[in-house]
């Protein structure tokens, strides 16, 4: 099931011009996250956006209302897309992005040898738009069987930052336990944490420039804000597990037929 033949063992390094393992590791290990600036060119980010506009584009089209109400939101006088689910799969472009040898290495070198993609998604925020993304644990949603056999390569497509709406971590949260999450009546796909639970935490921004990525284990406290900026902020998260690792106890129900095994071990 392999689908790069040699795995990224066979490259000579990956990681060449990009960051040593051993800092990215530790760096993660420590903090719950790590951003490696670099992995992707400008010019495959751009590419990156156009195809997930033309996906966007196509995709609004034919949502029936009922779906709309998740995936969508209004910016101004326009209706745009808040996100798009599993472009791993449906879009070649983004199965490219999910099989790079150095994204590939850097997500071995924090999990471990052998993973599969198991989810993904576009999110869009429009310019002064783009509503906040609450305060979640990737592991809460996919109840891995080991929680540190999980890691969501957060890809920025172009410069994310305070005012358009980076990421904010919550420091080193992933050593603490997995914390109750609850969802707003009407969108039972919106599992956060309580207000008071994240109150206590020290939350931080984490700035990615455009094609860098910010990789964070399955337990770390994470949020986005809303894009406060003129800008766009428009990121592809992919949700890599070690192949070894089950869903244990996961909140929502995954299609295991959508996965793309990307090495094994
Ligand atoms: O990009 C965002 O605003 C949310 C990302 C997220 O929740 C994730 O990557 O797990």
């Not at 603490?176 to 039972?188: K, S």
């Not at 990121?235 to 996961?250: G, L, S």
Request: glycine fraction near 10%; charged fraction near 20%; charge should be negative.
């Amino acid at each position: 099931m392999t689908t790069i033949a040699d795995g990224p063992h066979a490259a000579d390094n990956p990681l060449a011009g990009i960051g040593a393992m051993p800092e990215i590791l530790a760096t993660y290990r420590a903090d719950g996250h790590v951003t490696v600036p670099g992995v992707f060119s400008p010019a495959r980010m751009d590419g990156a956006i156009a195809d997930a506009i033309g996906w966007g584009e196509e995709a609004l089209a034919a949502m029936p209302p009922e779906k709309r109400a998740w995936y969508a939101e209004n910016a101004g006088a326009v209706t745009v897309l808040r996100k798009l689910d599993n472009p791993h799969k449906f879009r070649p472009f983004f199965t490219e992005i999910a099989k790079d040898p150095a994204l590939v290495a850097l997500v071995e070198g924090l999990i471990g040898r052998g993973v599969t993609v198991y989810f993904s998604q576009i999110f869009f925020k429009p310019p002064h738009g783009g509503g906040p993304k609450p305060a979640h644990q990737d592991n809460y949603y996919f109840g891995a069987s080991d929680p540190d056999g999980l890691v969501t390569a957060w890809v920025a497509m172009e410069d994310a930052d305070e005012e358009n709406g980076c990421l904010r971590y919550g420091h080193a949260t992933h050593k603490g336990p997995i914390l109750p999450h609850t969802a707003p009546e009407g969108r039972p796909f919106d599992l956060q944490l309580s207000d008071a639970d994240v109150a206590a935490m020290d939350m931080r921004p984490a700035p990615v420039p455009k094609g860098g990525v910010s990789f964070h284990h399955g337990g770390t406290v994470h949020r986005s804000a809303d894009n406060q900026s003129d800008r766009w902020r428009r990121a592809c998260a992919f949700h890599y597990v070690r192949n070894d690792v089950v869903f244990e106890n996961p909140a929502l129900p995954y299609d295991h037929s959508i996965k793309l095994v990307v090495t094994t071990a």
